[in-house]
């Protein structure tokens, strides 16, 4: 057995320590970052709430009493009820789950395309680098809502009337729930603006890295464009696709909001605080806590997101250390 052999096992072990304290460096700077671990503090609570918010309110988000429409918060009504009686609190908090479900879902959505086209866009280069960028750019070139609005006017329509014809067919109550027409045409609305952004960041990281020599070395051996790609290209590339998807999930609630305010994105029977806050801005002059209440839930999610994006960029980021 020579000396290489021998000192082999040693020097792989130490590559792998070495890529573990990365990790832990890394995990440490976030920890020391105040602001960052501020703002993990309300989304930790965010997705607490989304999980068994529901289930630990006296009320249930649909129900209505009208004998107690518009009252104003109290110890039954912590944060007052709407027009139709309905508690502002409870109807938050399921609001809450709504905005989880559908900023994971969308960004998951997104992430996945984006990294299959990102990948192969970088790693192959020519043609098929050539269609994906000119992919992103026609969908980055729409106008977000206005992408939204289209999406929800040509589709909405078709799938309610498949959904009819279901029902006629099958008799199952659940195809008269048109509410999940609402919540697909989110999920893909959302996935179709996002994804183009990690499909571009994706493959920056994958043009700098497939010319490094533990590539060069796999390609020589003959492995698989695949194996390449899933173990040594997207593995190295994920340190600012984690801060870019930290930012993404704030952007899809955001979104999210912003299409239930403009009537285009989840509709009742579903809470949404975008919904909510379109609602409360009839009658925030004589009962300002049914826009109070949505809105700075949006405002304390928006600014937490941003705040652990910054954290999770100082940590990750190399240029961003300091001696």
């Given at each position: 057995?020579?000396?290489?052999?021998?000192?082999?096992?040693?020097?792989?072990?130490?590559?792998?320590?070495?890529?573990?304290?990365?990790?832990?460096?890394?995990?440490?700077?976030?920890?020391?970052?105040?602001?960052?671990?501020v703002?993990?503090?309300?989304?930790?609570?965010?997705?607490?709430?989304?999980?068994?918010?529901?289930?630990?309110?006296?009320?249930?988000?649909?129900?209505?009493?009208?004998?107690?429409?518009?009252?104003?918060?109290?110890?039954?009504?912590?944060?007052?009820?709407?027009?139709?009686?309905?508690?502002?609190?409870?109807?938050?908090?399921?609001?809450?789950?709504?905005?989880?479900?559908?900023?994971?879902?969308?960004?998951?959505?997104?992430?996945?395309v984006?990294?299959?086209?990102?990948?192969?866009?970088?790693?192959?280069?020519?043609?098929?680098?050539?269609?994906?960028?000119?992919?992103?750019?026609?969908?980055?070139?729409?106008?977000?809502?206005?992408?939204?609005?289209?999406?929800?006017?040509?589709?909405?329509?078709?799938?309610?009337?498949?959904?009819?014809q279901?029902?006629?067919?099958?008799?199952?109550?659940?195809?008269?729930?048109?509410?999940?027409?609402?919540?697909?045409?989110?999920?893909?609305?959302?996935?179709?603006?996002?994804?183009?952004?990690?499909?571009?960041?994706?493959?920056?990281?994958?043009?700098?890295?497939?010319?490094?020599?533990?590539?060069?070395?796999?390609?020589?051996?003959?492995?698989?464009?695949?194996?390449?790609?899933?173990?040594?290209?997207?593995?190295?590339?994920?340190?600012?696709?984690?801060?870019?998807?930290?930012?993404g999930?704030?952007?899809?609630?955001?979104?999210?909001s912003?299409?239930?305010?403009?009537?285009?994105?989840v509709?009742?029977?579903?809470?949404?605080?975008?919904?909510?806050?379109?609602?409360?801005?009839?009658?925030?002059?004589?009962?300002?806590?049914?826009?109070?209440?949505?809105?700075?839930?949006?405002?304390?999610?928006?600014?937490?997101?941003?705040?652990?994006?910054?954290?999770?960029?100082?940590?990750?980021?190399?240029r961003q250390?300091?001696?």
């Amino acid at each position: 057995m020579t000396t290489q052999e021998l000192s082999a096992p040693a020097d792989f072990s130490t590559v792998e320590a070495s890529r573990s304290n990365l990790w832990k460096d890394a995990l440490a700077r976030l920890a020391a970052n105040r602001l960052a671990v501020v703002g993990i503090i309300p989304i930790v609570l965010l997705f607490f709430i989304a999980i068994f918010g529901p289930y630990l309110t006296p009320y249930d988000f649909l129900a209505q009493d009208f004998t107690a429409r518009l009252a104003s918060p109290s110890s039954e009504h912590w944060l007052g009820t709407d027009e139709l009686g309905r508690d502002v609190f409870s109807r938050i908090l399921y609001g809450a789950r709504t905005a989880v479900s559908v900023g994971v879902i969308s960004t998951v959505i997104s992430l996945v395309v984006g990294i299959v086209m990102g990948s192969l866009a970088g790693y192959l280069g020519g043609r098929v680098d050539m269609l994906v960028v000119w992919l992103t750019d026609v969908t980055r070139s729409m106008p977000a809502l206005l992408l939204a609005i289209v999406i929800n006017l040509t589709l909405k329509v078709p799938l309610e009337a498949w959904l009819e014809q279901m029902y006629l067919q099958t008799k199952n109550t659940f195809f008269r729930q048109t509410m999940w027409v609402d919540l697909v045409l989110v999920f893909g609305a959302l996935a179709l603006i996002q994804w183009p952004g990690y499909a571009r960041l994706i493959r920056g990281q994958i043009l700098s890295i497939r010319s490094r020599n533990y590539v060069l070395a796999a390609r020589a051996l003959g492995m698989p464009t695949n194996r390449i790609l899933t173990r040594y290209v997207i593995p190295n590339a994920m340190g600012p696709l984690i801060v870019a998807v930290s930012a993404g999930l704030g952007g899809a609630m955001v979104l999210e909001s912003a299409f239930s305010f403009l009537g285009v994105g989840v509709q009742l029977p579903i809470p949404s605080w975008g919904k909510m806050i379109s609602d409360g801005l009839r009658l925030w002059q004589t009962h300002s806590y049914l826009l109070l209440g949505p809105a700075v839930m949006m405002a304390i999610i928006t600014v937490s997101f941003a705040w652990l994006g910054d954290g999770l960029n100082d940590a990750l980021n190399p240029r961003q250390w300091k001696e």
